[in-house]
């Protein structure tokens, strides 16, 4: 058994397993809803999930005809996504406590991943859904940016920005409220100076949750769909731009891993990066 909290606290929930599989998937959708490279879903039955709170703050968005995607209206975190049809919920493991034992993991939909993403694990890999899944796949939004220009937007569309001139770096964050906040074992961001961005559309559609203990830590999401969308950080005047949400190759490729001492036990590092427990010194 497991206990899963959103990161304002509002959701709770609890899982029993067993659970008999993890999967990290690198589709279109799943970096766009994240804002990450991959979400790692586990696998639990459906009749081992029991709400604890805050059930009524969970917003559901039709992603396609036939699946949706939830979130908390208050800070955005991923909520566990119950399939009636299969049994089964697959709830974000960033969100989920402690080192869970699940049986095997799994990348999922690696023929869509980004092309920025290093993948140098030995777990299995799949392009589309893992062998036994009888599902067909949908392909994710294409919103092919002109060439030269450099453009994210979010699930549904509605948020949609540009970003120009070079980043300041890129990074793999492992802390625990990235963990939270974007549901998945690590948030991959590329940091901009603020004049940097321009929002195409759906400025108006964003909504921000800051962590009230926090010095800075704070997350911005599109209202409708829950994705991760850019942060402008006023007093750093800096814009954290989420990197599963980018609709272009950014040009910059990861160059460490932040905050690794307080990495998920279920993710390893497995690439030559620089880690460092806390922030670069
Ligand atoms: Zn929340
Ligand atoms: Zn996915
Ligand atoms: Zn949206």
């Known amino acids: 058994m497991t206990t899963g909290s959103c990161l304002c606290g509002a959701v709770q929930y609890e899982i029993v397993g067993p659970f008999p599989m993890m999967v990290h998937c690198h589709c279109s959708r799943c970096r766009k809803h994240h804002g990450t490279a991959f979400a790692s879903f586990v696998i639990a039955p459906l009749t081992g999930l029991r709400w604890i709170q805050g059930e009524d703050a969970i917003v559901s968005y039709a992603s396609t005809a036939h699946s949706h995607r939830s979130f908390c209206r208050h800070c955005g975190s991923v909520a566990p996504n119950l399939m009636p049809e299969a049994g089964i919920a697959a709830c974000p493991a960033g969100n989920l406590m402690g080192d869970f034992s699940v049986d095997s993991q799994a990348h999922i939909f690696v023929g869509s991943k980004a092309e920025w993403e290093i993948l140098t694990d030995s777990l299995p890999r799949f392009d589309e859904y893992p062998p036994g899944v009888s599902a067909t796949a949908i392909p994710g939004p294409v919103r092919a940016a002109e060439p030269g220009h450099i453009t994210g937007s979010c699930l549904c ?29 690590a948030a991959t961001n590329v940091v901009y100076p603020d004049s940097q961005i321009t929002w195409l559309s759906g400025a108006d559609k964003i909504r921000e949750y800051k962590v009230p203990e926090a010095k800075f830590f704070a997350v911005a999401f599109c209202e409708r769909c829950g994705s991760t969308v850019p942060r402008i950080s006023k007093e750093r005047g800096i814009v954290v731009v989420p990197a599963g949400a980018f609709d272009s190759d950014p040009g910059i490729r ?26 670069p010194t």
Request: hydrophobic share 35%.
């Open 157 to 185: 569309g509605d948020v949609k920005y540009e970003v120009t001139g070079a980043p300041t770096r890129m990074s793999i964050c492992h802390c625990t409220r990235c963990q939270k906040a974007r549901s998945a074992g």
């Open 254 to 279: 990861p160059q460490a891993h932040i905050f690794a001492g307080s990495r998920a036990p279920w993710l390893a590092i497995t690439d030559s990066l620089p880690q460092f427990p806390e922030y």
